[in-house]
């Protein structure tokens, strides 16, 4: 169980903040004011856009890695830690770049296909936003082998777009 308290801890450590330190640029204070790898992207390019998404992605896949049978649970922990970090409940990411690490760590094909269907949707809507939330269809798809792991997906998924409805902002 102790893993579940180490993946909220370590969601709460965000790629953002990493690039703050790394490069001078405040994400919290500039931008959109989110610490994500949407605003680095906007902030910094696509060097920035790297650092924090790939942060974000390889310390959740980290993390579950060593999850063992509390896969699930971590991984929401993660969610939650990254959207509502304890060193400042407001502050953290959308929650995209977890959910990716999740999906990688459950399935890499299925993160494989996702992406490419995700970059087909860009393309074809010219919306990264809107296109990334019908991405958050896949964990609960991914995890159709158990009603439980369905369960948590679909718990993780609202989490998310919870967030981004509440937050209102790209």
Known sequence: MWIIIVGYLVGS???GRLY???SGHDLATSGSKNTGARNAHRIGG????LIVYGFDVLKTILVLQVSGPYFWQTAFALTLG?????WRIR????????????????DPWWFIGGLLFLLLL???TGNSRETGLVMLVLLPLAALGSVGDVIWAVFIAAVIIYHHVKEGKP
């Open 20 to 22: 703050g330190l790394l």
């Open 122 to 124: 860009i393309k074809g």
């Open 46 to 49: 696509v060097k920035a856009f």
């Open 91 to 106: 502050a953290g990411g959308k929650g995209y770049a977890v959910f990716s690490g999740i999906i990688w760590a459950y």
């Open 13 to 15: 450590l965000l790629g």
């Open 82 to 86: 990254h959207i509502y970090p304890f």
